[in-house]
Nanobody, 125 residues
Framework: QVRLVESGGGSVQAGGSLRLSCATS????????MVWFRQAPGKGRDVVAQ???????KYTESVEGRFTISLDNTKNILYLQMNSLTPEDTAMYYC???????????????????WGQGTQVTVSS
C-alpha cells in the first residue's frame, strides 16, 4: 500500500529550480517529523531536509541555502523547493515519515521508515 506519493520531479539544466510535492491520505503531516531524502544510482541514501512537528527545519550542508522544505497544513502537502540545482543533485527523491517501529532509519533528527515511490530529478550541466 502506497501511503506517500511524491511528484514534481523532472529534468532541468544546472541553475534551474524544481518544486517537489508529497501527498498522503494516510498521515497528518503537521503532527509528524517529515524528511526528504535522495538516492542516486550506486550511492547511499542522503537525507537532505527535515521538518518537525513544531515546524523547525534542518538541512544537510550540501543543500543549505538552496532547498526549502515546507508544509501546507490546509492541503496536508509537503514540499521541497529546490533552487540553484547542480548535476550533483541528480537522484530519486523521496518523502518519508515514521510508521510503527520496524526498520527505522535516522536522518537530520528524524526517524523514518515509510516512503513513497519517489520522483526523479535530473540536472544536466
Amino acid at each position: 500500500q502506497v501511503r506517500l506519493v511524491e511528484s514534481g520531479g523532472g529534468s532541468v539544466q544546472a541553475g534551474g529550480s524544481l518544486r517537489l510535492s508529497c501527498a498522503t491520505s494516510e498521515y497528518t503531516f503537521s503532527s509528524l517529523c517529515m524528511v526528504w531524502f535522495r538516492q542516486a544510482p550506486g550511492k547511499g541514501r542522503d537525507v537532505v531536509a527535515q521538518i518537525d512537528s513544531d515546524g523547525e527545519t534542518k538541512y544537510t550542508e550540501s543543500v543549505e541555502g538552496r532547498f526549502t522544505i515546507s508544509l501546507d497544513n490546509t492541503k496536508n502537502i509537503l514540499y521541497l523547493q529546490m533552487n540553484s540545482l547542480t548535476p550533483e543533485d541528480t537522484a530519486m527523491y523521496y518523502c518519508a515519515t515514521i510508521r510503527g517501529s520496524m526498520n527505522l532509519r535516522y536522518g537530520l533528527g528524524c526517524w523514518y521508515n515509510d516512503w513513497g515511490q519517489g520522483t526523479q530529478v535530473t540536472v544536466s550541466s
